[in-house]
């Protein structure tokens, strides 16, 4: 190994450049004792060495130095000199509580911030908050026991009947009813009581932002830069609005985009049902089996594949539907399933999305009859002419969809036209991400963002996008494009909710009275944020408001996705702020779950190609999931979670952060509370390194030239060297996981081996060999404080704090040119790291021997021969005296014999006292 100062070998590939694209030469080490916080107060003086160092305290401790100093915060001026690093961080959601794969997630990219910091760029690492969506208005009905009523007058001296009915839902029931303004009020009031919660934890956690740099995404300035994005969506022809099926939530009465469904198996039921040939076939039937039989009235069409034989004479002919008697076309189409219940399906406006497709391309009727209550319409259905389907629909009116099955399905028994009994079946069913209830289709009225869906060109685009972002790990990329390929309908963007970021369009309301949607009033850029619901648009009166020649507001939100998708904006100064903008744009990274590839990473590519023809970021991070002892996935609503407060209080913020850095990018953890064996390894490492750095530091200085020069202490430092760049390759390929692991194991035979061979000389008379040993100790201590800090944040601090008045966290990641100034000029060509690898065996070898003589390790041995290969005999013997010191032995032979070491002839001496 080449440990030439002069030569210097930059081992690994270099940092990655941010914003270039370009590799940069590694940064050069900064003197020693330059103050690295730009900006910050310095301690005078190091802090006295603890009699007993602890964990306990640390995080109080050090978030309030590091708040202080701002040891953290972005500089500008160093960001122009040096370069920027860019994060894009996931907004937590502030409603509830965050749980452990909060911290797990949030700590891998915590570690990349803190490698990029040291290895020499200014990091741009915010906090945002999102606070708007159903998860706020949920938890606010439930913790204050309101609903919203927008009919209702705001009341200025509203005080709500509850505070903090936490674990358990208030029934809708018994909830007060109060105005949208007041409702907005209690969810901007419990945000922010949220938010002060959440930096209290990643502050513990130790997370490194800059906490100047935070967001909400209910702020009046996210508000403005969503409205700001959308409006210029609008005028491209990118945003548009359209009555069409929509998926809809009836419980929450909002409709839902693709993004947000799930399937859920639920259980139901196949009804055979009966349909009547016309013509000359009047005495035939086809037999379709479906799971929705209370959509017969809405029923348009039967369906098969045309390449099926049982139902090719029966495309271009008719039936009539059973009950209803409504004559209806049966059509071919490539979506239907021959294998599927009977192979052929009646089409209904609308029971699923694969009904929507068909209506679309088909151009079918619609024949609506769900209402967005989730209840049978009361409306004149005039398609129905028999009088008995009139008398049979009339009497599903006002029903939900399940009393009006049973209806149903009791009057087609009744008729004969049922079948057989309905067969059980387990199916999916598509279900709103959030809700509790299975979702219908109904028609209305929403704004959409063209996503590629219906557009060949951009969703091509979207998909080369996807290939130019660097993935780690690589293979989260397919669910990307499986994801773009698998679009049918482009991004559905309102919302019929209320706390959340208002469209902000006005509608013409015309001489007659009629709402003009074809026309949508917008107002200035420069006026932005407006609230249509509250506010008139320019050049009308309030009093105009619902009046023919007046106007109507937009009472529809964005959806949450449309806001978040603008996390790079809403970060980085957009339009408000262009210089940190054009300093920070675009990011570097955005770390992310891997459940939400399809809505927050996919949206924001969207956006960012909308808006300025680029990806928003160079690189994106994928974490994996946390997992029960069974394997389950941690979540809110299957109560499995785990609040991360007790175990950070009860093992330190060192522990839980060395368990998360323990796993790879996209690995699952499995997570065990009654039993975190992998945090309490982190706890012991984080107690190691307090007691190891005191004892190192208690053999006292070595002169101010020294420098190491004995065989075992070069190879030390010459072992440490491969450390050094296996980490940082590691690093530099988004592998933390990698890089802990051997900057860990070399920690332990540091610890374990180095320091117990070499502290007899540590101590010793001899000056040279003293200061060798000295300046090796010291040079590693102060190396792998650096490997760790990104991992071990408090107690590296802790320690780096007794011999700097600088934090460890603002200096420049070690290299192999550093470390080789620390050896004698003479000693660095052809270093290698084997002396001390050989006599660390050796060491093994003699406590084993001791072991299987069940005798203690201080038992003294007489005389001992040591076996070995040649080449390794021979490097054991450059620390003959140092191996001799270590294993109490007064006299060592070694013999170059054997495969493996050995010791023979072994004789130890009583062990006094």
Aim: hydrophobic share 40%; glycine share 6%; aromatic share 10%.
């Amino acid at each position: 190994m080449c440990l030439r100062a002069s030569a210097v070998c930059w081992c690994g590939s270099p940092p990655v450049g941010a914003h270039s694209g370009t590799p940069q030469t590694p940064p050069a080490p900064r003197p020693r004792s330059a103050a690295h916080i730009e900006g910050a107060r310095k301690v005078t003086e190091p802090a006295a060495i603890p009699d007993k160092p602890a964990l306990e305290g640390l995080e109080a401790k050090w978030n309030a130095r590091w708040e202080e100093q701002g040891t953290f915060h972005f500089n500008r001026e160093a960001a122009r000199a040096k370069g920027v690093y860019s994060v894009d961080t996931p907004p937590p959601t502030a409603s509830g509580s965050l749980h452990i794969g909060h911290v797990f997630s949030y700590t891998h990219t915590d570690v990349i911030a803190r490698y990029q910091r040291a290895a020499g760029h200014e990091v741009f690492y915010p906090m945002g908050w999102d606070d708007n969506g159903l998860p706020t208005e949920r938890r606010v009905q439930n913790y204050f026991g309101v609903r919203c009523d927008p009919t209702l007058p705001y009341d200025p001296g509203f005080e709500p009947p509850l505070h903090g009915a936490e674990g358990r839902s208030v029934r809708a029931a018994d909830q007060r009813p109060i105005s949208r303004r007041n409702f907005i009020e209690l969810c901007e009031r419990l945000t922010v009581e949220d938010e002060q919660q959440f930096e209290h934890l990643w502050r513990m956690v130790g997370l490194s932002v800059d906490w100047s740099q935070t967001y909400r995404t209910i702020s009046d300035e996210s508000i403005a830069a969503s409205q700001r994005a959308f409006l210029r969506n609008l005028a491209r022809g990118e945003a548009y609005q359209a009555d069409a099926p929509t998926l809809w939530d009836v419980t929450f009465r909002t409709a839902v985009a693709q993004a947000e469904l799930e399937d859920r198996e639920r259980d139901g039921a196949y009804h055979a049902l009966a349909f009547h040939r016309t013509g000359d076939h009047e005495d035939e039937d086809v037999v379709i089996e479906t799971t929705r039989p209370e959509l017969l009235p809405a029923c348009v069409a039967l369906v098969a594949h045309p390449d099926d034989e049982r139902y090719q004479p029966l495309f271009g002919t008719t039936v009539r539907t059973p009950l209803f008697d409504v004559e209806v076309p049966v059509l071919p189409h490539r979506l239907a399933q021959p294998d599927k219940g009977s192979g052929i399906a009646m089409i209904c406006t609308f029971g699923d999305v694969t009904d929507v497709v068909w209506w679309r391309e088909l151009h079918l009727p619609n024949r609506t009859i769900i209402g967005q209550d989730g209840r049978i319409l009361d409306l004149d259905p005039t398609w129905i002419t028999d009088p008995h389907g009139r008398e049979v629909f009339g009497e599903l009116v006002g029903k939900t969809v399940f009393s009006a099955q049973k209806a149903v399905v009791e009057a087609l028994r009744a008729s004969g036209e049922l079948l057989g009994d309905p067969k059980p079946i387990h199916h999916p069913v598509k279900f709103f991400e959030k809700g509790d209830r299975p979702l219908e289709i109904v028609s209305t009225r929403q704004w959409y963002i063209r996503n590629g869906a219906n557009d060949p060109e951009l969703r091509a685009t979207l998909k080369r996008r996807g290939d130019e972002l660097q993935w780690h790990p690589a293979f989260m990329h397919v669910r990307y494009d499986n994801w773009v390929d698998g679009l049918n309908s482009d991004w559905l963007v309102s919302r019929q909710r209320y706390f959340g970021v208002p469209i902000p369009v006005w509608y013409p309301v015309l001489a007659d009275g009629t709402v003009d949607h074809d026309h949508p009033i917008a107002p200035a850029e420069a006026d932005l944020p407006v609230d249509p619901s509250s506010q008139a648009p320019k050049g009308f009166a309030e009093a105009q408001r619902g009046e023919p020649g007046g106007f109507v507001g937009e009472v529809d939100v964005l959806d949450t996705w449309a806001t978040s998708s603008l996390t790079p904006q809403l970060a980085g100064g957009w339009e408000r702020d262009p210089e940190l903008w054009d300093l920070v744009a675009p990011y570097d990274l955005r770390p992310q779950a891997q459940d939400i590839i399809r809505t927050w990473l996919f949206s924001t590519v969207l956006r960012s190609e909308l808006e300025d023809h680029r990806l928003p970021w160079a690189h994106t991070t994928i974490s994996g999931f946390i997992v029960d002892p069974d394997r389950k996935k941690m979540s809110k609503s299957k109560g499995n979670v785990v609040t991360p407060l007790g175990l950070l209080e009860q093992y330190s913020a060192d522990a839980v952060r060395y368990w998360a850095s323990a796993y790879k990018l996209g690995t699952d953890a499995a997570f065990d509370p009654h039993n975190p064996k992998q945090i309490k390894v982190g706890r012991r490492l984080a107690i190691k390194i307090l007691n190891a750095a005191k004892f190192v530091l208690g053999f006292g200085e070595p002169a101010a030239d020294a420098r190491s020069t004995l065989p075992i202490d070069v190879s030390l430092l010459a072992a440490l060297s491969d450390v050094v760049t296996q980490a940082t390759k590691a690093f530099d390929a988004y592998d933390h996981a990698r890089a802990l692991e051997v900057t860990e194991s070399f920690f332990w035979t540091f610890c374990d081996d180095y320091i117990e061979i070499v502290k007899e000389r540590a101590y010793s008379d001899d000056a040279a060999g003293r200061d060798s040993a000295l300046v090796t100790l010291r040079t590693a201590l102060d190396v792998l404080l650096r490997l760790f800090a990104p991992f071990i944040v408090y107690a590296t601090e802790e320690v780096y704090s007794w011999t700097h008045t600088e934090s460890v966290h603002r200096q420049p990641w070690p290299t192999v040119s550093e470390i080789a100034e620390a050896i004698a000029p003479d000693r660095r060509e052809g270093a290698d790291d084997g002396v001390f690898q050989a006599v660390s065996d050796a060491l093994i070898t003699f406590r084993r021997a001791k072991t299987e003589a069940k005798v203690k390790m201080r038992t003294p041995i007489v005389t001992a021969t040591l076996h070995g290969p040649a080449d390794r005999v021979r490097l054991a013997a450059q620390a003959l005296d140092d191996l001799r010191s270590v294993t109490k032995a007064q006299h060592v032979e070694l013999a170059e014999d054997g495969t493996e070491f050995t010791i023979s002839d072994v004789a130890f001496a009583p062990l006094e006292g």
